[in-house]
């Protein structure tokens, strides 16, 4: 059983960056990034494979946020750049220890970790 640690996450202007990381303990070989808005569904943002050296990303983020990880540290970062309003949310990062290949479904992964506030003011 893997369990989760995010960190990262704040307050920032519209076009600023921020970087998000997730510590995992336990084996995990998909890990990805999910965000929820108030009143929004969780939303899949980006994955990362460590088995099949792949990533995924939304196409709300893509060209925008880069998913990058340690593998020998379990641990994947997600850095945030050109950051819009609308990308304020609770960030959730996810893993699971049966996946192959990134899954944007919620529902695929077995672990998670506490949410992180990311705020965009415009």
């Known amino acids: 059983q893997a369990q989760l640690v995010a960190s990262g996450g704040g307050l920032v202007q519209a076009g600023g960056s921020l970087r998000l990381s997730c510590a995992a303990s336990?084996?995990?070989?998909?890990m990805a990034w999910f965000r929820q808005a108030p009143g929004k569904e969780r939303e899949f943002v980006a994955g990362?494979?460590?088995?099949?050296?792949?990533?995924r990303y939304a196409d709300s983020v893509k060209g925008r946020f880069t998913i990058s990880g340690d593998n020998a540290k379990k641990t994947a970062y997600l850095q945030m750049n050109s950051l819009k309003p609308e990308d304020t949310a609770v960030y959730h990062c996810?893993?699971?220890?049966?996946?192959?290949?990134?899954?944007?479904?919620?529902?695929?992964?077995?672990?998670w970790g506490q949410g992180t506030q990311v705020t965009v003011s415009s």
């Open positions: 336990g084996r995990t070989y998909v």
């Open positions: 990362i494979s460590w088995s099949a050296s792949a990533t």
């Open positions: 996810a893993a699971d220890s049966s996946l192959v290949l990134v899954s944007p479904s919620p529902q695929a992964y077995a672990y």
